[in-house]
């Protein structure tokens, strides 16, 4: 009996390495999520400052897309520019940033992210008044899976207030090879039993 239990688990760990081996050559499988959404924005579901206080300062702002309907929110403020350019006679401003700030968002079914600016820029000109950031970020889902994109918050005389944004998700999942490394390292210890009990 206790031979029939033997060759049961060294049979069993054998197809464990067999399987490994089987698949040591595919790649690991990703799984890719993008969500693209645009809006011309409801009354306060955005607000956005190319800078806060004075020309030089952080942007900020956010957007709301519940308000047309998509379970989708984010705030964002940037860290101080890298530089920037202000005219004083027409208002014209534009300033660009590196990796800062914040990026918080809001997803379906009760996901947070939370993440920092990577880069972009923000912009304004004085006539006719158009003001608004293009910004890039990345952090993590409340899941753990890394997340990264793109948004812009904006407003003009023209269109109002408008925002989009790209939200990429991606996760790899453990390498097949890692089967091989389990049943090799399990196939030793029984090896290593069997020489201990001679």
């Known amino acids: ?4 239990v033997r060759f049961s ?7 464990l390495v067999a399987a ?17 959404l645009s809006m011309d924005c409801p009354p306060q579901s955005c607000v956005v400052f190319p800078y806060q206080n004075a020309p030089g300062s952080p942007a900020s702002g956010f957007a709301d897309f519940n308000a047309i309907g998509q379970p989708w929110s984010f705030t964002f403020e940037t860290a101080d520019p890298l530089t920037w350019s202000y005219n004083q ?14 990026f918080l968002m809001n997803g379906p079914d009760g996901l947070t992210f939370a993440g920092e600016i990577t880069a972009g820029d923000a912009h304004q000109t004085g006539g006719p008044i158009t003001f608004g950031v293009e ?9 753990g899976i890394q997340g990264y994109g793109t948004f812009t918050d904006e407003y ?3 269109f109002g207030n408008q925002a989009t944004l790209n939200a990429k998700v991606s996760q790899t999942t453990p390498e097949p090879a890692s089967l091989i490394l389990l049943g090799s390292g399990l196939l030793g210890a029984v090896g290593w ?3 201990s009990l001679h």
């Open 1 to 4: 009996m206790r031979n029939f």
């Open 9 to 15: 688990l060294l049979l069993s760990l054998l197809s």
């Open 20 to 36: 490994g081996v089987a698949l040591a050559d595919s790649e690991p499988a990703a799984v890719n999520l993008t969500v693209n």
């Open 89 to 102: 006679q027409t208002g014209d401003y534009f300033a660009t940033f590196g990796t800062g700030g914040s």
């Open 135 to 143: 910004l890039s970020y990345s952090g993590v889902w409340s899941n």
């Open 156 to 158: 003009s005389e023209q």
């Open 193 to 195: 039993r069997r020489r």
